[in-house]
């Protein structure tokens, strides 16, 4: 039987223990609470802000120097405070790519049993591995902004948190609901153009507090939950737990062991770097940010800034002890002993009389001195990797700035951490905001998103994976889906366009190429794609394939919200009939004929009488000019005759009696229209020496490339039925090669613009690719609806320039160099083909703009590497041989390791296009191997 216990009441409750019985805690780090963006330590208040990358290719000087000003400014409304900026590197994430991508693959194209086809999986597989075997990372810029200082009552409240927290609960929030008003001032400071940052997160302000407290550790595969973003004290030992540091006396670097999780055990050794003396640096005219010339080092390296905005006062009595300092040193040299003062003594006085200068004139918080403690931290496996890895930063950094490798290695990595205190005042740089803003971390080469094809890396000094989704203006952005590929012989369109073609129909668009001279028709023999793909020659096909009444194509009710919208749309088809086959028939006379007014008025009188029907042809134009019994009969006799003898030479514009090519219909994703054998004006013949044959070419491929718009608006029989989306919302892309000769008709040139205008309601992603950028340029209102551009090298200086013009950067400022140097190596490759990958300075219509470097390597891209190369005589690499460029040595093949599957959840996706995504779970695993050694160094799986 139990036995009754007696619950203590009076004055024997008194006797219990309570809350008092637990032990005292004191945090192994200096911080004392986190709560949302706000760090508590025992002395102060910090935010903490997310700073915004900025970009700095391909802008000009004085664009640079606006974004440092701007900065500068901002800097300069914090007089009094003290600031800690961070810069730490996250690796790229390439299961959050890789899931995205798969996510975003909808109806992708299905897998054939054709022997040697590629499978989605495995394109998948091979594209995570290709990104495994790259060092490549994103950099993250934290700046936290020092709010007030602690009170002794703060303090003391926070001292007897439990007690107060039960009995008055809104007395531990009071420190922080009394600051909302600063805090709400300095988010505002920050959120401006030049910082532009936002409060962090609280996943972010868990990477910053672990990144720190495990300085050099390989990043975590998977970070924990961190609820409303709220670490009271006993929370906070979490992150130096982490790991532990060591340190021995006088040693070059410090040691960090892993604790926790997949670092358990893993070991680094940091050496951490300090900013010593620093030459006058000219930014932006002479020189990048100083804080960027650390990205071009291939390992991540850390930051941490300590600095002080010194109020107007203290730099104004300062300056006036130096100056007199600096004054009677110059009298003893010039009055007392008559001899010239030191140029070094005549230069620090000419400096201090410049500061007082500015102190005392023009805009003051421009001129705002800081005092500033900068550390930069390398890290390796053994203490001689990053002592190599730490001078080969040094040497970067030479002449202009000298970095120190002072002793207290322990002391300077605590700086890391946010809270920690300074740990010495050696090596304080001194300047002004306008110098702290030029260090500028946030200075990157980001460019394209995290959800699209991967098209290769950027090849600046910031190396990172671009990919690219082309349909992402149009179904997010709501911008057209217009790309002009501009670039000069043997400079790599092929690749770049039949790379974006290839990945984007594995994720599911459907594609019309119209390429002239037919190379790309290899695409259509890989065995992955040749269930779904033709190539049509037109010069080959039925008579009336390039029918201008039939090449338009014709509305459909469906697609149109209202029955006023699809009546409007059918008289723009019938019009635009009209206009193209007068366009083609005024094309298809000699010149000195079409120049004769009267024959496009009784050439407009034919049309005009045939109408604009989709069911007529050219030849009943024709035949209505033998009928003409206007004043201008005789004239409209002499075009008859003329264009009759051509007849014969026109048959795939006009059918055969009931004959009608467009019934046959077949459902492709990819479509390769070729008209190998054309005959076409070479570049700078003037209309009126063209021959009959080459003006007969022009029309053809004015008709071809609106046969290419038909497919736009027609789509495959029973698509809706069988997928559930209108063909109008369906991914659709064009790609018209040689585009530059549309510009030479009128119609051509309407194809383009109506191309811009329909690509947005559409959701058509349109490549138009040409030599010749000025082609481009002529065509009204063509470059404002532009999206997105790449441009490869180009040789004429008239092309450059207009080249940069296409992607909205300033010319005439020296980037004309690099479109002339862009993968072109002097002196390479003199006794064999140059089989480097290609680059094109490429802007994603989000503002991006920078330099990347195509890359088709991998096992799994053979083929297609076989498929695009469009030298004669020669093939490309076998299958595991990867061109490399001469900066970046051939690496051994990533080993696959143990595969695990990373999108398990995406089996019970609820939406069925996401769910036929990822319909195998192999589609999302990722490499394992080594995975710890490679996100030491910005790696492998975030």
């Given at each position: ?38 760090t ?74 054709v022997?040697g ?18 060092s ?18 703060d ?10 927290r039960?009995?008055f ?9 009394a ?14 153009a030049?910082l532009?940052?936002?409060?962090v ?79 006058d ?27 002080y905005?010194?109020?107007p ?17 110059l009298?003893h ?74 002793e207290a ?64 203006a ?9 790309t ?106 000699p ?7 009267e ?29 003409d ?60 020496h ?23 608006y ?21 790609w018209?090669?040689?585009?530059f ?69 300033p ?7 690099v479109v ?12 064999g083909?140059?089989r ?6 490429f ?75 990822a ?24």
């Amino acid at each position: 039987m139990a036995r009754k216990t007696k619950t203590p009441s009076g004055p024997d409750r008194r006797r219990l223990a309570g809350p008092a019985a637990a032990p005292a805690h004191k945090p192994q780090i200096a911080l004392r609470s986190i709560d949302g963006h706000l760090t508590r330590t025992g002395d102060s208040v910090y935010a903490w802000y997310r700073l915004a990358p900025q970009r700095w290719s391909f802008r000009s000087d004085s664009q640079r120097e606006q974004l440092i000003n701007a900065i500068a400014g901002q800097y300069g409304e914090l007089q009094g405070r003290w600031m800690h900026l961070r810069v730490t590197n996250r690796p790229f994430p390439i299961k959050d790519w890789a899931r995205a991508h798969v996510r975003n693959s909808f109806n992708r194209l299905p897998d054939t049993n054709v022997e040697g086809a590629l499978s989605f999986d495995d394109y998948m597989i091979g594209e995570q591995q290709r990104l495994l075997g790259r060092s490549m990372s994103d950099k993250e810029v934290y700046l936290g902004i020092e709010v007030q200082t602690r009170t002794a009552v703060d303090r003391l409240v926070e001292r007897a948190a439990p007690l107060v927290r039960r009995l008055f609960p809104e007395a531990m929030d009071a420190e922080l609901v009394a600051l909302d008003g600063e805090i709400d001032r300095l988010d505002q400071l920050v959120s401006s153009a030049g910082l532009e940052g936002t409060p962090v997160t609280a996943d972010e302000m868990w990477w910053l507090m672990y990144r720190s407290c495990t300085l050099g550790l390989p990043a975590p595969l998977a970070e924990p939950a961190t609820g409303e973003g709220r670490w009271e004290l006993e929370d906070l030992d979490s992150f130096p737990e982490a790991a532990s540091w060591h340190a021995d006396p006088y040693s070059p670097t410090l040691t960090v062991t892993g604790r926790t999780a997949g670092n358990a055990g893993v070991e680094r050794h940091v050496a951490v770097l300090t900013v010593g003396l620093m030459q006058d640096l000219r930014i932006p005219e002479q020189g990048e940010p100083w804080a960027q010339i650390a990205d071009r080092l291939h390992a991540a390296v850390e930051w941490s800034a300590r600095i002080y905005v010194r109020r107007p006062d203290e730099v104004s009595n300062e300056l006036h002890r130096g100056v007199g300092k600096i004054k009677s040193q110059l009298r003893h040299y010039t009055r007392e002993h008559d001899v010239d003062a030191p140029m070094s003594l005549e230069r620090q006085a000419m400096q201090a009389r410049h500061i007082e200068d500015e102190m005392a004139s023009g805009f003051q918080v421009q001129h705002t001195r800081v005092k500033s403690w900068w550390r930069a931290a390398v890290s390796g496996n053994t203490s001689q990797e990053a002592l190599r890895l730490g001078q080969a930063l040094m040497d970067l950094y030479k002449p202009q700035i000298a970095l120190e490798h002072p002793e207290a290695q322990y002391a300077l990595a605590r700086e890391f951490i946010p809270g920690e205190p300074l740990s010495s005042s050696a090596y304080m740089r001194r300047g002004n905001v306008q110098w702290a803003a030029a260090a500028m971390p946030t200075a990157t080469s980001e460019v394209g998103d995290k959800r699209g094809i991967l098209l290769g890396e950027t090849s600046t000094s910031t190396r990172r994976p671009v990919a690219w989704d082309p349909w992402m203006a149009q179904e997010m952005r709501d911008q057209s889906g217009l790309t002009a590929v501009v670039a000069g012989l043997g400079a790599g369109k092929s690749f770049l366009g039949g790379s974006i073609v290839y990945k984007t129909l594995r994720s599911g668009a459907h594609w019309t190429l119209l390429d002239p001279s037919g190379p790309l028709a290899a695409l259509c023999e890989l065995p992955e794609l040749r269930p779904y793909a033709r190539v049509i020659n037109l010069l080959q096909a039925e008579p009336g394939i390039l029918n201008p009444y039939r090449v338009v194509a014709e509305p459909v009710r469906a697609d149109f919200d209202s029955e006023k919208d699809f009546i409007t749309e059918k008289k723009h088809t019938e019009a635009s009939r009209r206009r193209l086959v007068l366009d083609v028939l005024m094309g298809l006379m000699p010149h000195s004929i079409a120049q004769i007014a009267e024959s496009k008025i009784v050439l407009l009188q034919a049309v005009r009488a045939v109408g604009g029907r989709f069911d007529a042809h050219p030849g009943m134009v024709i035949d209505k000019l033998k009928d003409d019994q206007t004043e201008h009969r005789s004239h409209a006799k002499a075009v008859y005759n003329f264009l009759d003898e051509m007849r014969d030479r026109m048959t795939l514009l006009i059918p055969e009696r009931g004959d009608d090519p467009y019934a046959r219909v077949r459902d492709d994703r990819l479509t390769v229209l070729t008209m190998a054998g054309l005959t076409l004006p070479k570049d700078g013949i003037g209309r009126e020496h063209w021959t009959d044959t080459e003006a007969l070419g022009i029309e053809l491929l004015n008709l071809a490339a609106w046969l290419t718009q038909r497919s736009v608006y027609e789509g495959p029989a029973g698509y809706e039925r069988t997928t559930g989306t209108r063909w109008k919302d369906a991914r659709k892309g064009v790609w018209i090669d040689e585009a530059f000769f549309l510009s030479e008709v009128p119609t051509g040139r309407v194809l383009m613009n109506r191309f811009a205008r329909d690509s947005r309601k559409w959701n058509v992603r349109v490549l138009l690719s040409s030599q010749i950028p000025a082609d481009f340029l002529r065509i009204q209102g063509f470059v404002a609806l532009l999206d997105s551009v790449f441009v490869g090298r180009l040789d004429d200086d008239a092309a450059q320039a207009d080249a940069l013009r296409l992607l909205k950067v300033p010319v005439g400022t020296g980037y004309e160099e690099v479109v002339a140097g862009l993968g072109k190596r002097p002196g390479a490759h003199r006794g064999g083909r140059d089989r480097t990958p290609r680059s094109f300075i490429f802007a994603d219509g989000t503002g991006g703009v920078e330099r990347i470097k195509v890359d088709v390597s991998g096992d799994h891209l053979a083929g297609l590497r076989a498929a695009l190369d469009t030298t004669p005589g020669e093939t490309l690499a076998t299958p595991g041989q990867v061109a490399t460029s001469d900066d970046e040595p051939e690496s051994a093949a990533v080993q696959p390791g143990v595969l695990e599957p990373e999108l398990a959840e995406l089996d019970d996706e609820p939406n069925p296009a996401l769910a036929l995504a990822a319909a195998s779970a192999r589609a999302a695993r990722v490499v394992g191997a080594d995975q710890s050694e490679r996100n030491s160094h910005g790696e492998g799986v975030a």
